[in-house]
């Protein structure tokens, strides 16, 4: 099997502001009777604000009863629901678009959990020896580097990250090792620093702190 190389990874970033979508439709994803996860057929709009729960439909009939996950634009329904009333699952949901992020050179994913030392004395004869864990809270951190063009915001270059930086903007981040297989989370920038060198490309980097779960994908 062939390594993959850098060059095979990509970028996408989402927009600031959302746009409204109604009447959309959701496609089952539980190989069972009873349907249970749902996600959103058109996959440009699997990506939503967490701002705002879309409204989601059961046969015209507003449903209340279910989870969201705004990375990915899928439902989680609380009770079960029959073939026939899968096939009628709408939704009115507020979704971001999510480009390519041009100037990037590299990109770097550091995923930790917390592990938790709950070693106690022993209930025997015996001594202790070996720590024993528990697994706390998991985080993750990604490192962009970047080169600097001239132009703005509404181009996708500099000053992007500062932007997102200064307003408390979050971001749905979609890193590629290759085009069907993704890490996607919210995140939010926690540093933003350029270089500059006479003889040398200007060059930003980027530290952006995962923002909630992180998922991973292996299609669209």
Sequence with gaps: ???LTGRSAKIKYTAAAYSTATG???????????KVD??????????????LAPVVYVNTTAHTDFAW??????????????VAESAQVTGDVFWLTASFLPGTRSWTMDVQ??????TTLSTTTADGEWRE????????????GRVVFPGSSSTGYQPLWFDHLNTDQDVIL?????????????????????????????????TLRVDGPLYHATTE
Excluded: C
Aim: aromatic content about 8%; hydrophobic content about 40%; cysteine-free.
């Design 1 to 3: 099997m062939a390594a």
């Design 24 to 34: 959309e439709a959701f496609t089952s994803l539980t190989a069972t009777t009873d």
């Design 38 to 51: 749902f996600r959103i057929t058109d996959g440009a709009k699997r990506h939503w604000t967490r701002d």
């Design 69 to 82: 996950n705004a990375v990915q634009g899928k439902l989680t329904f609380g009770n079960p629901l029959t």
């Design 113 to 118: 959990t917390d592990m938790l030392d709950v």
């Design 133 to 144: 864990f528990a697994a706390g809270l998991s985080g993750a951190t990604v490192d962009l």
């Design 174 to 206: 979609e890193l590629h090792t290759e085009s069907t297989n993704k890490f996607e989370a919210y995140a939010r920038v926690e540093t933003d620093g350029y270089q500059t060198t006479v003889d040398a490309l200007q060059e930003e980097t980027v």
